[in-house]
């Protein structure tokens, strides 16, 4: 499979406790973008990044979430002290580099804090 | 920042009428709109697209309008099937970025 995949795809936490996301974009896209879907909601953009760089980070990213990617290769999403409130889908989606070309979305990864 | 409006919230048709779902938005330099179809528990997948110098794009059942004017595109899915059930998201990216806002989904439901 040569899409965007994502690891874990379900993860239950308790309240205080630290996760971590990875995603794996399609190999030749530079670009990567982080999102967060609730119940009934479109994504919602959190954090992009151009190669290794992070280029933006909305409103919505708090000091609890840090994102990475290290190599402009695969990117990791850290949520710090969970709240249940960060309960949510996490998106990951990738495209090229040229345009506003189309981006391809991750399977996400269910994140429930108890 | 871009504001994107959408609607239905929920629109429920018997297998082959056409279902029409609608999208606004704010920021005049925005100018490429895709659209996402979200089966239950899976990933969002593009559908379709338009960028902003065209006002029509098609592809077999599935068609978009664009009126830059107003400032809406609409999703146009012709002779519906069962599989087409599924929710409908649209976007638009503010026109310096490429960070797009999403809408709030409409939920088609096509009824065999």
């Known amino acids: 499979d040569t899409g965007v995949s994502q690891d874990p795809r379900h993860k239950i936490t308790k309240r205080g406790q630290n996760v971590t996301f990875r995603c794996d974009p399609i190999s030749e896209h530079n670009r990567l973008y982080w999102y967060r879907q609730t119940l009934g909601q479109g994504p919602e953009f959190l954090t992009y990044f151009q190669n290794e760089a992070q280029l933006e980070k909305s409103r919505l990213l708090s000091d609890r979430f840090s994102a990475e990617r290290p190599k402009g290769s695969f990117s990791t999403l850290e949520i710090q002290r969970t709240e249940q409130g960060d309960s949510a889908m996490y998106l990951c989606?990738?495209?090229?580099?040229?345009?506003?070309?189309?981006?391809?979305f991750g399977p996400g990864t269910r994140l429930l804090v108890l | 920042g871009e504001n994107v409006e959408q609607h239905p919230s929920t629109l429920s048709v018997q297998e082959g009428d056409s279902a029409v779902i609608k999208c606004t938005y704010s920021?005049?330099?925005?100018?490429?709109f895709p659209w996402y179809k979200q089966e239950l528990g899976k990933r969002p997948q593009l559908i379709i697209d338009i960028r902003s110098n065209v006002g029509e794009k098609k592809d077999q059942r599935i068609a978009v309008t664009l009126n830059k004017t107003a400032k809406h595109f609409s999703l146009h899915i012709t002779e519906t099937q069962p599989e087409d059930s599924a929710v409908y998201f649209c976007a638009a990216p503010s026109g310096g970025s490429y960070i797009p806002t999403f809408g709030r989904g409409t939920s088609l439901i096509v009824h065999p």
């Open positions: 989606a990738s495209s090229q580099l040229q345009g506003r070309e189309t981006q391809y």
């Open positions: 920021d005049s330099a925005s100018n490429y």
